[in-house]
């Protein structure tokens, strides 16, 4: 497993949940733009990884709703591993 995640309705919500967060003396990562959603992270004591994400803007934020999942979308900051996730993919049927 590599992380738990939970999502929030929008960004308002999300630092909500941020602050109730910090203010109970959790360590918590700023909002990040994962360009389908927008994160936060935190990390409890025994390592597990929680992030905390937006519905918005969303998968359909770059392809049509009705052909979501017919292409491969990467978010922009793993662009430069697309190569290889294309090879690890097996191929889909048509």
């Given at each position: 497993?590599h992380?738990?995640?939970?999502?929030?309705?929008d960004?308002?919500?999300q630092?909500?949940?941020?602050?109730?967060?910090t203010?109970?003396?959790?360590?918590v990562?700023?909002?990040?733009?994962?360009?389908?959603?927008?994160?936060?992270?935190?990390?409890?004591?025994?390592?597990?990884?929680?992030?905390?994400?937006t519905?918005?803007?969303?998968?359909?934020?770059?392809?049509?709703?009705?052909h979501?999942?017919?292409?491969?979308?990467?978010?922009?900051?793993?662009?430069?591993l697309?190569?290889?996730?294309?090879?690890?993919?097996p191929?889909?049927?048509?």
């Amino acid at each position: 497993m590599h992380h738990v995640a939970f999502v929030v309705e929008d960004r308002a919500a999300q630092l909500e949940v941020r602050k109730a967060l910090t203010d109970t003396g959790w360590q918590v990562t700023p909002p990040i733009d994962r360009d389908y959603s927008w994160a936060i992270y935190f990390r409890t004591l025994g390592g597990v990884l929680f992030e905390v994400a937006t519905h918005k803007p969303g998968f359909d934020r770059d392809e049509d709703a009705a052909h979501l999942g017919e292409a491969l979308k990467i978010p922009t900051q793993h662009t430069h591993l697309r190569a290889q996730v294309e090879r690890a993919l097996p191929a889909l049927a048509d």
